[in-house]
Structures are given as structure tokens and as C-alpha cells.
């Protein structure tokens, strides 16, 4: 089916818009569409066993033997309608519509009508019923063919987003958020499975694919068709988790019509309330939504961070609360099969990513911690970055992150990563903030480029050298080093520093405090290069004054603070006969990891500030990935003679334009 077909499709579901204009708000319409096509789409699939159906039925209505499995295979799939109703009859009784849809609906399996439930089904019927619109609605969608060999599961799925995405404009979601361009996963799946090629033929072959944030299930219908279009006998098992319910029954919708387990796709959040806990799997794949906060799930995934440590699925860290992206990994990470010690198991893993995860988070940070831990245990691949305006509710840029815990011998210790933002052709039409698609060829070069990407960084004369680089794990790693500089004070009796001196708490509190200011303003030296000389001055005065000199560490403190003056020629403060370091004066520096830090000082910093030292037990070790640091060409700018010969052109057109205005 070409696309137009889809398209036509989807315009034609679309088209009860106008019977619910006025008695629905827009951003309503799709809670009535979005239902109703699954309920078409059911019973155009059951359409060729009904009969069958209806007798099994009919032959266990009084029998105490649960009917379930002879309808299931009368049915010839994992769910079924035990009712004769069908929408066409429903729709030619007007004034019975609303009783005979619940019955009609009441007819299915427990599966097929607890997706239909999530919809909120049973309210629309009623509130269509009571517009006196439920008839009218039902005939639309008798005319609707959605027969599987009309309309393959693959084009099933491509209406459903259109419809989901059109959902989304009208009621100001964002469509990225339920499913993903198909040529996006149509690349990622692509690149998940590539190395597994040969192992995918053998006979007997059963994979387990999970997507967290599973949305229609676009990716779980990708990976299966792609893994059986390497084995047509391959047994692949499908699994899922979706918070939106819309998405999640339209999924399980769509896995119940192609015979999987419609009980592996659970509903919830994926990070408080596992819906697959305890299970590994082949293959992990998924599109989290970019930015968004985990705030909700707050008090759940600390205490698991917390209480089970390691033990848990987010043990190395927790990122920043506005952006939950790096827990979908971690989530994913905790479910990757062990590789047994014949190198047998093991698991990959695809994950879509914005720029966030790649550098966000300095050293010693949630985002820095979990990167160091991926990196330290081996299991980044590689990271390929995408073309921008690629998806539907984002024109940033994205990447794909690539994971697994058996990576081939010379990928060890390696990662690879894929320059493929030049990878794009633009679409004919703009679909929200998606201006830009991949095309087949795009798609067979970055998957080739990514199957020899160890080759083509190696080889200079590579036509594609300059888009793939790869580096050691350790490559990405740094220390942060804090470098101290001492703390250099002359010391004065200023209006200023008596100001700061009067307004100390610890001086106020002192016995004969005038006193003591008034002797301090009455001096006639007021500066000294060195702290012990100001002390012995100042305290000289007070006691000519007629009163006592303070005693006491927090006096001391507050009058250095008060009368000590910053001076790069004064004298370097001590605190235990060692150099007191200048807060002011502090500075950071990165420091490649397994570089010598001293001789980094020495090199870097002595130069410039020779009395600069590090402070080791501030030291922290970090990971960042600057992608587009080390893809990033340096391009001279134009000669200036070029400018202004440029510029006295379009003076010229201009003017020749002016002219023929006035003439």
C-alpha cells in the first residue's frame, strides 16, 4: 500500500471530525476516532471466522466448560466477538445504536475489550447517544475497509499515527511523544541488528525485544519484521510498556491482530512500576521523551537508588530532575541477558537521545556518573548522530545511542562514533516540526558505514573517512582538578574596613567595642605589609586606650576578614604553617584521565601562576562525549575583498531596481 492509500484512509476515519463539530471540542475528536478505528479494525479482522465463532459459541452458552480456548482458536487469533451484531446492523437500528454497541462490545474477549476500555469507551457512547450522533458515527466507519489484506498491519500502523498525530495538533500535544518517524526506526533497527546477522539464519531461533516508552509500538512491529526478513522461522516475542492509554491500547491492539501476547505490553510508568521486572531480553529499543521531568516518580526512584544500590536499576546515578532520559537507559541497561563464558548471550541495546545525555553534568554528577559507568564496564557501541528537524515535535538534533555487554574482540575498550547529520533528503511536505527524512540509500549508508566503522577511521582514503572516528573509553574521561592559589593580604585601617569591622556579629559582642574603634580610628599608621605587624600595632592602641585586647580564634578571623586587603604583593596567609588557599582566586581544570596531574600543573598553570598547587582531595573523575567537538572543521572566513566586491554588487542591483521604479 503506497501512502496516498494510507493517507486516504486515515483521511476518511478523520472525516467524523465533521458529524462531531460543535457537540465535541476539537482537541476531543480524536477520543471518539482513535476508538472507533480499532473497533473497525477488530471486526474486519474477525470478519472471516464470525460464523464459526458464533456456533462454538452458541454450542457452550449453557455449558459449565469454559469456552475460551475453542473460541480463541475458532477465531483463529488471540482474541474474538462471541455477538452476531456487527457495526452495519448496529447502525441500521438507530434508536437501539448505544444499547447494542455495549453488548456488541461486551461480546469480546477480556483482551479486546480492556483495550477498548482504556479508551473510555463506554462515556463516548454515551455522550454520542446523547447528541444523537451514535448512529451516524457507527455508519461512517461501516464504510471504512480495513480488511488485512487490504490494509497490511504494517499500513495499519502508519494510519494510526497519522490519525494520532493529526489527535496531537488539535488538542496541542506533541505526536513525538506516542510514536516515531518509521525510516528513524527503519535506521535504528537496523543498526541494532546488523552484527547478528549470520546468528539470526540458524534454525530454532527465538529473540525477546523490549520498548519502555513503547508508544503505538511502532519499534517492537519494526524489529519484527526485520529479525523474521532474516529468518521467516524465527520465533520473536514482542514486549512493551506505555503510560499514555491511547497509545498503550492501540498497541496492544495491533500486537493481538498479528497473534503476540497482548499480556506483554503493560501499562504504567515504566520507572515506579516495573510491568516487566526481572526479565532480560534479546534486544532493547526506545524513544523516551526528550526533557522530560521525572518528578512524579521522585520519591520511587530514590529510594530504589538509595535502598538497593547496585542492586537496583539505578544504582551509578540520578540525573537532574527535569530530564529522565538517562533512567530509561539505566532501566534498559539492568535488563540486558548475562554473556555466559562460552561468549554466548548477552544483549544490545538502540536508544534515541538528545544532546543532553552526551555532556550534561560536570564530574561527580548524577549524568557524569552513570556515562562513567557505561563506559568503565564496556558497554557503549558506538553513537550515531542524526540529522536535524527529523522528528515530529522536535527540530533539535538527535543521536542514537548503541549498547551491549558482548561486544565483538576488536570492538573492546572502543567506541565508535557516526557522523550521519548530512544523511538526509527534504520532505515534500512539512508534518509539524519534521522537514527532513531519511531515504532508503541514506538508511543502507550509515548502517554499512557503522558495519565498518573500525576500517573506514583507519583508512585516509575511506570516502566516508572524515564521518567516523573512534576512541578508547578512556578517551572520554577526565579529572577535574581544583587548583588553590594562596591567600595574599596587606592590612588597613580604612573607613571602610572600620565599616566591615563595626557591622562584624563576633566584634559587636565584645566588651568596650567603641573603645576599641575609636583607638583604631585615632592611629596614625593605619597599613602594614604583614599580619603580625598589624597586631602588635592594633593591639598597642587598644591597650593605650585603657581596655583589653580580645582573645580567641573567631575575634582573629573577624578582624583579618575586616581589615585584611587583597594584594598580589602581600603576604600569603598560613593556616598550619601551609599556604591558606584564595576562594576568589580558585579555578577548575580538566585533565585527561591517566594524564600526570602535577605535570599537568607544571606545564599548564606554573607558567602563568607559579604558586598555584592542586587541592588532591577535591579531585573528581568525570565522562563527557563532545560529538561535535571532534567533528567540528574549521572553516576560514571569507576573504574581505570578496564581502565588498559582494556587497557593491547588490548595491548595484538595488539601485538598477530603484530605477525602474521611478522611470
Known amino acids: 500500500m503506497n501512502s496516498s492509500k494510507h493517507t486516504e484512509l486515515a483521511n476518511h476515519a478523520w472525516s467524523v471530525a465533521d458529524l462531531l463539530r460543535g457537540d465535541y471540542k476539537q482537541s476531543d475528536y480524536g477520543k471518539v476516532i482513535l476508538p472507533f478505528t480499532v473497533l473497525r479494525r477488530l471486526e474486519c479482522v474477525l470478519e472471516p471466522t464470525r460464523d464459526k465463532v458464533a456456533e462454538i459459541a452458541e454450542q457452550h452458552k449453557d455449558s459449565d466448560i469454559d469456552p475460551d480456548r475453542f473460541l480463541r482458536r475458532a477465531s483463529g487469533h488471540s482474541f474474538y466477538n462471541r455477538s452476531s451484531l456487527t457495526l452495519k446492523k448496529i447502525a441500521a437500528d438507530p434508536q437501539n445504536a448505544a444499547k447494542n454497541l455495549h453488548v456488541y462490545v461486551g461480546a469480546f474477549s477480556d483482551n479486546a475489550r480492556g483495550v477498548l476500555e482504556r479508551f ?27 480488511r488485512p489484506e487490504v490494509v497490511p498491519n504494517h499500513n495499519m500502523g502508519y494510519i494510526f499515527e497519522e490519525l494520532i498525530r493529526r489527535f496531537a495538533e488539535q488538542s496541542n500535544e506533541t505526536a513525538g511523544e506516542h510514536f516515531t518517524p518509521r525510516e528513524v526506526i527503519q535506521l535504528m533497527v537496523r543498526l541494532l541488528v546488523a552484527p547478528d546477522g549470520d546468528a539470526l539464519q540458524l534454525p530454532g531461533t527465538v529473540r525477546t525485544v523490549l520498548d519502555p516508552a513503547c508508544g503505538t509500538g511502532g519499534m517492537l512491529s519494526a524489529m519484527d519484521d526485520l529479525i523474521t526478513e532474516f529468518n521467516e522461522d524465527a520465533t520473536v516475542e514482542v514486549y512493551g510498556q506505555e503510560l499514555n492509554p491511547e497509545s498503550w491500547a492501540i498497541c496492544r491492539s495491533d500486537l493481538m491482530i498479528k497473534g503476540q501476547d497482548p499480556e506483554n505490553i503493560a501499562f504504567g510508568n515504566s520507572f515506579s512500576d516495573d510491568g516487566h521486572a526481572r526479565k532480560t531480553f534479546d534486544y532493547m529499543l526506545a524513544n523516551p521523551p526528550f526533557g522530560v521531568e521525572w518528578k512524579k516518580v521522585k520519591e520511587e526512584v530514590e529510594h530504589e537508588h538509595k535502598a538497593l544500590g547496585e542492586a537496583g536499576r539505578f544504582g551509578a546515578g540520578l540525573p537532574r530532575i527535569n530530564d ?74 538527535t543521536y542514537f545511542w548503541i549498547l551491549t555487554n558482548r561486544k565483538s574482540p576488536d570492538h573492546k575498550g572502543k567506541v565508535v562514533l557516526l557522523d550521519a547529520r548530512d544523511q538526509w533528503q527534504k520532505m515534500r511536505k512539512s508534518l509539524g516540526d519534521k522537514r527532513k527524512e531519511l531515504g532508503k540509500d541514506h538508511i543502507a549508508t550509515v548502517v554499512k558505514l557503522y558495519g565498518e566503522a573500525l576500517a573506514a577511521a583507519g583508512d585516509a582514503e575511506h570516502p566516508l573517512h572524515g564521518k567516523v572516528k573512534v576512541f578508547w573509553n578512556e578517551d572520554f574521561g577526565y579529572q577535574r582538578i581544583t587548583v588553590e592559589r594562596p591567600l595574599k593580604l596587606r592590612f588597613e585601617v580604612t573607613e571602610e574596613t572600620l565599616a566591615a569591622l563595626e557591622a562584624s556579629k563576633v566584634i559587636q559582642k565584645l566588651p568596650q567595642v567603641t573603645v576599641m574603634l575609636d583607638a583604631f580610628e585615632s592611629m596614625e599608621v593605619r597599613s602594614w605589609a604583614t599580619k603580625q605587624e598589624a597586631w602588635l600595632a592594633l593591639k598597642d592602641a587598644v591597650v593605650a586606650a585603657g581596655s583589653t585586647w ?5 575575634f582573629n578571623k573577624a578582624l583579618r576578614d575586616a581589615i585584611g586587603v587583597r594584594d598580589p604583593e602581600g603576604e600569603v596567609q598560613l593556616v598550619k604553617g601551609q599556604p591558606e588557599p584564595d576562594s576568589e582566586l580558585r579555578d577548575y581544570e580538566n585533565v585527561p584521565l591517566g594524564e600526570d596531574v602535577e605535570e599537568y600543573l607544571k606545564r599548564e598553570v606554573h607558567p602563568h601562576v607559579p604558586d598555584a598547587w592542586i587541592d588532591g582531595s577535591k579531585t573528581k573523575i568525570g565522562y563527557e562525549i563532545p560529538f561535535t567537538r571532534h567533528f567540528y572543521v574549521y572553516e576560514p572566513p571569507r576573504p574581505l575583498a570578496e564581502i565588498d566586491a559582494e556587497l557593491k554588487a547588490l548595491e548595484a542591483e538595488i539601485q538598477a531596481l530603484l530605477g525602474e521604479v521611478t522611470e
Open 120 to 146: 473510555e469507551f463506554a462515556q463516548q457512547i454515551k455522550r454520542l447517544d446523547d447528541a444523537d450522533l451514535l448512529y451516524k458515527v457507527i455508519g461512517k466507519f461501516t464504510d471504512l475497509d480495513l
Open 324 to 397: 529522565g532520559s538517562l533512567l530509561f537507559l539505566q532501566h534498559m541497561i539492568d535488563k540486558m541477558k548475562p554473556v555466559d563464558v562460552n561468549g554466548g548471550g548477552g544483549s544490545r541495546i538502540a536508544i534515541v537521545f538528545n544532546g543532553s545525555p552526551l555532556f550534561t553534568g560536570a564530574a561527580g554528577s548524577g549524568e557524569s556518573e552513570i556515562r562513567r559507568w557505561i563506559l568503565e564496564n564496556d558497554w557503549l557501541e558506538g553513537i550515531v548522530a542524526l540529522p536535524d528537524q527529523l522528528f515530529y515535535n522536535t527540530g533539535i538534533s
Open 550 to 554: 580580645p582573645t580567641g580564634a573567631p
